[in-house]
């Protein structure tokens, strides 16, 4: 058996047109969404990421602001930006990319942010919103792993997912968005001991370690569905992911490819966030 393809790439697409359409209808009242991203420093990959954003704002009709800063940057610096953002009515949503320079505390940044133009969801309050249920902002890339699911028609309840790693931006946040759908969850890390019979009973299996190939044939369950969110950047310059493609396909009922899965969702779901936030100060 061949696993089917989740297209993150496709259904990225898709929902993207929806946007536009929607966010042409919101501009007819006058106001349109806006996102502020900032950049603190000169880091490529953030560059590129940061552009993409940008990229994906103009083509639906979100105005964005996208701000360098140097790397010298203070924190103060960045705070009283921030603040001027929070104030700012043209903005919805409310950006700062990551990684920052040491000389900076994420956790002051992060916490800067007013929870309402939050659209990375990393803000506690928002955090916390997700764990008991409450509407907030969801965290971009878990949130697109729910929605690649969802557009299979796979059923989560009841369901055994297992996700290995548990950071705060992917691991720790998509077990949390599946058990609120019910899912039975377990997470593995790098102390686990007993891995592979863990990962092996999974249904759905979440893979968001950071290393290349990690996840092979001996990892996954006959037709478990296996989301793989690894973006590694090989010595050749090529893509890979966090599962080696061609074992798990050959075992698995469902598989995102990298690239073309995860990774076109995390930004369509930031889109999906500002456009929600501009609508409840519409309200
Ligand atoms: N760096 C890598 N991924 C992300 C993300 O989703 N949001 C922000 N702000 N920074 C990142």
């Known amino acids: ?37 900032i950049l603190i420093g000169e880091d490529p990959a953030s560059q590129s990421y940061v552009k993409a954003k940008e990229k994906a704002c103009n083509n ?66 928002n955090i916390g919103r997700m764990m008991i249920g409450e509407e907030g902002f969801l965290p971009c890339t878990p949130f697109g792993i729910v929605e690649m699911i969802k557009s299979k028609g796979i059923e989560i309840s009841g369901k055994h997912v297992v996700v290995i790693g548990r950071s705060n931006i992917v691991g720790k946040p998509v077990g949390q968005l599946l058990l609120n759908e019910h899912a039975t969850v377990t ?42 969110v690894g973006v590694n950047r090989l010595d050749n310059g090529k893509l890979c992911g966090d599962v080696k493609f061609d074992e798990a396909k050959e075992v698995a009922s469902y598989l995102t490819p990298v690239p073309g899965g995860v990774g076109p969702m995390t ?16 309200k």
Do not use: W
């Open 1 to 37: 058996m061949t696993a089917e393809l989740i297209s993150g790439k496709e259904l990225a697409q898709q929902k993207r047109e929806d946007m536009k359409a929607e966010v042409e209808q919101l501009a007819r009242t006058g106001a349109v969404p806006g996102l502020a991203v």
């Open 60 to 125: 639906i009709g979100i105005h964005s602001v996208v701000q360098r800063l140097p790397e010298a940057t203070t924190e103060q610096e960045l705070l009283a930006e921030i603040d001027r953002l929070n104030e700012d009515e043209t903005i919805h949503g409310i950006l700062v990319q990551l990684p920052l320079p040491d000389h900076i505390s994420e956790k002051a940044v992060i916490e800067s942010i007013s929870p309402e133009k939050d659209v990375d969801g990393f803000h506690p309050i």
């Open 187 to 228: 997470y593995c890390h790098s102390r686990t001991k007993n891995m592979k019979e863990l990962t092996k009973q999974a249904d759905i299996l979440i893979v968001a370690v950071g290393i290349a190939n990690f996840v092979g044939s001996d990892y996954i369950k006959d037709d478990a569905v296996v989301i793989d």
């Open 267 to 282: 930004i369509t779901m930031l889109l999906h966030n500002t456009i929600q936030s501009f609508k409840r100060t519409q």
